[in-house]
């Protein structure tokens, strides 16, 4: 129908494509993504990127968190890891310049080649949400569960549950530790959203989720792809 005409052109319409390496441009607004062999046929990886652009299209916005999600057919098991932000690195058409800078030079083409090219990855794909979005699917959710350091005023360490505000408080906290420790509370709140998912482990209610997630997020993956991929 119109409705679902509309979401699907939000969805893919902007989406980054992946071209063959010589028809990459490095200097573009918007960078494609450079074609690269699986290294493995078994692992695929997908990128997550957090921005703080109200909205992803009209404000290039910062990245404020990059993380590999890396899932293991044949294990049948995820590894989330995250890059540093902070990283000097060579960005091509850009110099030597900090890893979280090539989503504002070029978007997440940029920080996708670059990623690959520094850590020799094949990430093809990728999930861009704006950290506004992610409260409110965290919210959609019903909260996500954290272990909580001591340091947040008025809760104690331990086992505590969260809103999508809380959450994002404690994962962009940028007075406790340095920013290896904000990664680890980023993937601290991933890991909540997974294990919130995980217990219904009912595939017919990761669907109303997916569709829902669908509108608050950018990725160049298709629902079905991310459908088995949940399975």
Partial sequence: GGIYGSIWWKFYGDSVGVVSAD??????????????KRKDKDV????LVGTDSRDPDADRGRSDSMMMVSFNKKEGKSTAI???????VDIDGHGK???G????????GLTINTINKTYDLDIQNYITISFDDLVNVIDEIGGVTVFRENGMPDIQAGDVTLTGSQALAHARNRTLGNDFERTRRQRSVMYGIYRKIM???DPSALLPLINYAVNHVRTNMSVSEMYSMAK
């Fill in 23 to 36: 028809k990459v441009d490095p200097k573009a607004k918007k960078v494609k993504i450079a074609k690269e």
């Fill in 82 to 88: 995250s890059f540093l932000r902070d990283s000097l």
């Fill in 44 to 47: 695929y990886n997908v990128l």
């Fill in 101 to 108: 800078h090539t989503y504002a030079y070029g978007g997440v």
């Fill in 199 to 201: 217990e219904k482990k």
């Fill in 97 to 99: 310049s900090r890893l």
